[in-house]
């Protein structure tokens, strides 16, 4: 079992960055595909970036591709989500979660919150316009 705590967040103008980092403990991190969720007030919990096992693929929802990378560090047991031209629509709580394993030839399952196992706290990003 995995447990994962977030870190990063914080107000920032818009068009800056920021750089979550969620660090993992208590399993085997490059055994789990990672991802990023974010859930903003009144909204659904929205999937934001996902990663394999180890790094070779990645996989973005549309509103972000181009200003958000998913990286992570297996030495580290840490994945990060680095944030740029930030905009006050990217303000909401961001979740770092895991899933053992990958999900094969359905990329799809990367972007389904169910396929997930593990959740972090969240690390609250506002965006100020």
């Known amino acids: 079992q995995v447990q994962l705590v977030e870190s990063g967040g914080g107000l920032v103008q818009a068009g800056g960055s920021l750089r979550l980092s969620c660090a993992a403990s208590?399993?085997?991190?490059?055994?789990?595909?990672m991802g990023w969720f974010r859930r903003a007030p009144g909204k659904e919990r929205e999937f934001v970036a996902a990663?394999?096992?180890?790094?070779?693929?990645?996989y973005y929802t549309d509103s972000v591709k181009g200003r958000f990378t998913i990286s992570r560090d297996n030495a580290k047991n840490t994945v990060y989500l680095q944030m740029n031209s930030l905009k006050p629509d990217d303000t909401a709580v961001y979740y770092c979660?895991?899933?053992?394993?990958?999900?094969?030839?359905?990329?799809?399952?990367?972007?389904?919150?169910?396929?997930?196992?593990?959740w972090g706290q969240g690390t609250q990003v506002t965006v100020s316009s």
């Open positions: 208590g399993g085997t991190f490059n055994s789990y595909s």
């Open positions: 979660a895991a899933f053992i394993g990958t999900a094969g030839y359905f990329s799809s399952r990367y972007y389904d919150p169910l396929m997930y196992t593990y």
């Open positions: 990663i394999k096992r180890f790094g070779g693929n990645t």
